[in-house]
Structures are given as C-alpha cells and as structure tokens.
T-cell receptor, first 110, second 115 residues
C-alpha cells in the first residue's frame, strides 16, 4: 500500500498568504522529506527532517514531524506566485528507499 | 550540489519497440540508483533499486523482464522498456545516491510516449 497520504489534494491561495500541507504515513521511518515538482519537471528537494527532530526551518519553509501521530506538515509562509507547484512528502525507510505521498497541488494566485 | 542527468528528456516510439533511458550522476559516484514512474497527476512510484555491479531489486508488480535495468558503472544506470505499449507511456525519473542513507538526487525525468 502507498505510504504517505497528503491533504489537501489541491490548495488555492492568494499571494502573501501562508500555505499548509499535511502528510501522514504508516510505518516507522528514518526521515521524512519534502519535494517540489513543477508541472512536467523533475523533483526539487526542499527539506529533510529526521525521525528524532520535531521541527525544522529553511527560509520560508517550516516543517514539523510528529512521529507519535505519524504525520508531518509543510508550511510555506508569505507565498508567491512562483511557489505554484506540486508538493510531495516522501518517507525514507531502510536502504534509502523513498515512498512518496500523493502530493498537494498548490496554486498561488497573484 | 550533486547533479543527475537523464537522456533523453522525451521520447516517442511505436508500440512494440524498445526504448533505453540513461541516468547519469555528473559529479559524484552513485552506488545506488533508483527508478521511479509517474503517471499524469499522480505520485512517483518506485520501480526498482539498482546497486552498481549487482542485479536490480524490483518492486512488487514491476516486471523485471519488461523493465531492464543495468547499473554497470558508478555514474551510469540505464532503464530499457522492452516491447513498449501505450500503457507504458509515463514520466520516468531516476535518482542517485552516493551510498545507503545518503540524500537522493533526482534527475529531470524522461517523458515516454508510446504510440
């Protein structure tokens, strides 16, 4: 079964607003990663949070991880039109194996 | 940062033909490479994991005789889609890591269209 479910599936906001995406998973993990994908393009690695970490920041990105609930959230603050993309969480288990969530399509309207 | 390239970036082929996709790590040695498939508006699904010099490990439901993977060097892995059919049309993405546990670096993907 697919590990990693994300919600919402689609999110439309105005520029300047914050965007929050959630990811849930089923099994124990080594770390959880967030990626961005522009339409028809490859993946861009955004941030990695290890299983023993609870929160991590990188620029306008804030990621939280709750291993007791097996969930993570990605917050993008002060969104820009250029942030429009699909965002995927991916959990890493043994052997560097990544399992991707279903993704959230974010649209930031100018 | 680490760069992974894929070639070709897109390919159109006739049903029944075979197509080879290359994945190269340009500035690091990739002990492990991964191949993913992504259908439109869907997530990435891991197809197989290949380690340099050994046979690839395929995920459940992926036909190893149809998707041939070769990882002959530390900088190159190839995926050959044999006897391609329209249902094989997809976006194929590879990733590479220096060693187990290292960050995976993703290639830009290859769009395969089978007519």
């Amino acid at each position: 079964s697919q590990q990693g479910e994300e919600d919402p599936q689609a999110l439309s906001i105005q520029e300047g607003e914050n965007a929050t995406m959630n990811c849930s998973y089923k099994t124990s993990i080594n770390n959880l990663q967030w990626y961005r994908q522009n339409s028809g393009r490859g993946l861009v690695h955004l941030i990695l949070i290890r299983s023993n970490e609870r929160e991590k920041h990188s620029g306008r990105l804030r990621v939280t991880l709750d291993t007791s609930k097996k969930s993570s959230s990605l917050l993008i603050t002060a969104s820009r039109a250029a942030d429009t993309a699909s965002y995927f969480c991916a959990t890493e288990t043994s052997g560097s194996r990544l399992t991707f969530g279903e993704g959230t399509q974010l649209t930031v309207n100018p | 940062g680490a760069v992974v390239s894929q070639h070709p970036s897109w390919v159109i082929c006739k049903s029944g033909t075979s197509v080879k996709i290359e994945c190269r790590s340009l500035d690091f040695q990739a002990t492990t490479m991964f191949w993913y498939r992504q259908f439109p508006k869907q997530s990435l699904m891991l197809m197989a994991t290949s380690n340099e010099g050994s046979k690839a490990t395929y995920e459940q439901g992926v036909e190893k005789d149809k998707f041939l993977i070769n990882h002959a060097s530390l900088t190159l892995s190839t995926l050959t889609v044999t006897s391609a059919h329209p249902e094989d049309s997809s976006f194929y993405i590879c990733s590479a890591s220096g060693r187990a546990g290292d960050t995976q670096y993703f290639g830009p993907g290859t769009r395969l269209t089978v007519l």
